[in-house]
């Protein structure tokens, strides 16, 4: 008797975990591939079964690959600039007194604000007309920019928006990177006459490359999924030219309410994500552990 | 081989001054032991020699030359970390490599190095290998090659054995000596250990609050301590102390007054009974406390009127119950002033027959 208990037991344990996990998360992505092979309008009692015509659709859409497009590049450019801005940041940072602490805690800030309070600020910073960010480019007597109202620098505007809220968070991962290198390893590389840029190289680097590895990804599937800052700022436009994935599908979903064909749109980000989700893990276990 | 020389070196952290006035000089070719309890300065002292801390103010002198303001890299000083500090992500070789490269040593000749290297310290099976997949033992090896391969005037080690176990930090001392003897280089190797400073030592320089208390022979400092710091740092157990005070079968006679007295517990000898001892030695009547027993030795903790105090015997167990005098021959008995000085010119009184009243 008591053994069946204790074998029951741990499944006890995890069942409140198991079935929130499978309320919230199996069911809606089972029920949306379901939905991927149907045309439905939210309302409808029918669910008309279409097959693969929504994805042959979508992939046939040129708005659809300009949405592909829009997110790799939004997320390429992001990836790049957030963590690429924020490992100097935190070299530079990574030192101990009040004022590297507080520009710490400053650039930290952003992160733990709302985005739809970033977007509206960011939008009213980057109007044409009496945004903050032209009069300061008028300063320096640069001619206006039209930011988010020109399709060529809409998509870029947004990625600056991005790359400013994660900065802060990015750094911080960076610093407490750097922290966990022993300081006697750059004491007997000093000892060894190696110069700034080859500790940096051959040994800051390779130890800090598990967090920079961690960052990318958690950016790049971060920049994947951007939505609040697109919707706020610039349903998509001008022209489509920041539409990217999660929009195109809440566009399609709920404004649209071609339920079926968001759906479809719906797996295909599912397949992405999944993917470079399946990539760090793989990575993550092969990652060497200095210690 | 080079002489290091500390001239009137101070060293000051964010206002609390480690060490006040430091004037050393470590002979060339010697195998200087800086030892002293945590917090005496001594790894301090190490690291100004090596570059990687500043001192306030004073000179640096390596081989003469004023090296102040020449960077770790540039002063010919190989350093062992206490956890080795051995790049991670790199090979054995990577590693003994690395600062040959950054001296742009040609590729051949740093083939030959390491080739030659790793033969003396075993590691060429070892070559490929990441560090974390060494043992303790082999990564030491790995640090002292690294170190080795740069040929350095001097050779500077952080408490290097003491994440071994026992057993290997005993083996390692041992090569340790060999390798000095082999090298001929200067040695400067900081512990906390007293038992490895005399060891491995040829000279050792005793710290306390980052002031040197002495810096003699091993056996110097044994036999000829210069105060009750010293007495009481070498020796396991250590110089027992008593107040001069509180001894009363103690005359002196000489310079000063003692104000305490020491003896190693080995030249204490324990006794039943008084008999014509006195005449011997001063005689402290105890109690046995704790006994331990280590084969070829026991160790006694005594308690007298004055406090308490150890005995170590090679003889026999002490087979006379609880109650024991333990004796001290008057030549063994160190006196010490107020401030722990010792009184060398001040002697113990051999009493008279008459006069013998314990």
Known sequence: MPSILNRLRPYAMVAPALVVFSLFYLYPIGYMIHLSFHEWNFISPVKTYVGLNNYREMLADDTFLQVLRNSALYTVMTVLLATGTALPLAIWLNRKSAFHAFVQGAIFSPHIISLVSISLLWSWLMDPEYGLLNGLLHLFGISPLKWLNDPGTALVSLVIVAVWKSLGYNTLVFIAGLQSIPPELLEAAALDRSKPWTTFRRLILPMLSPTLFFLVIINLIGSFQVFETIAIMTQGGPINSTNTLVYYIYEYGFRFFKIGYASAAGVILLIIVGTLTLIYFRLLSRRVHYR | ?358
């Open chain 2, 1 to 358: 081989m080079a002489r290091i020389e500390l001239i009137d070196v101070v060293k000051r952290f964010k206002g609390e001054t480690v060490i006040p006035n430091l004037n050393l000089t470590i002979r060339e070719g010697s195998f200087t032991v800086l030892v002293g309890p945590s917090g005496c300065g001594k790894s301090t002292t190490l690291r100004m020699i090596a570059g990687l801390e500043r001192q306030t103010s004073g000179d640096i002198r390596i081989d003469g030359e004023l090296v102040n303001d020449t960077e770790p890299g540039k002063r010919d000083v190989a350093m062992v970390f206490q956890n080795y500090a051995l790049y991670p992500n790199m090979t054995v070789r990577g590693n003994i490599e690395f600062g040959l490269k950054n001296r742009g040593v040609p590729k051949r000749e740093r083939e030959r190095l390491i080739r030659d290297i790793c033969e003396i310290a075993g590691l060429t099976p070892y070559l490929d290998k990441k560090p974390q997949s060494l043992s303790g033992g082999q990564r030491q090896r790995v640090a002292l090659a690294r170190a080795m391969v740069k040929n350095p005037k001097v050779f500077i080690l952080d408490e290097p054995l003491s994440n071994l176990d026992a057993k290997l930090r005993g083996q390692m001392r041992t090569e340790l000596i060999e390798l000095h003897k082999r090298l001929g280089t200067t040695f400067v190797y900081v512990t906390h250990d007293q038992v490895e400073a005399m060891s491995m030592g040829d000279r050792i320089v005793v710290m306390n609050k980052g002031e040197v208390m002495q810096a003699a022979p091993p056996m110097v400092l044994y036999e000829d301590p210069d105060n009750l710091f010293t007495a009481q740092f070498i020796g396991t157990p250590p110089m027992n102390v008593l107040p001069a005070s509180r001894l009363p079968g103690l005359r002196t006679e000489g310079e000063g007054h003692a104000e305490f007295v020491g003896f190693r517990p080995e030249h204490a000898l324990l006794s039943p009974e008084t008999a014509e001892l006195t005449r011997e030695g001063l005689v402290i009547a105890g109690q046995i406390a704790t006994r331990e027993s280590l084969g070829a030795e026991q160790v006694y903790k005594l308690r007298c009127e004055a406090g308490s105090f150890f005995v170590k015997s090679f003889l026999n167990p002490y087979v006379g119950g609880d109650f024991a005098l333990a004796v001290v021959p008057f030549e063994r008995l160190y006196f010490f002033d107020r401030d722990g000085n010792r009184l060398r010119r001040l002697r113990a009184v051999r009493p008279q027959l008459a006069a013998a009243g314990v």
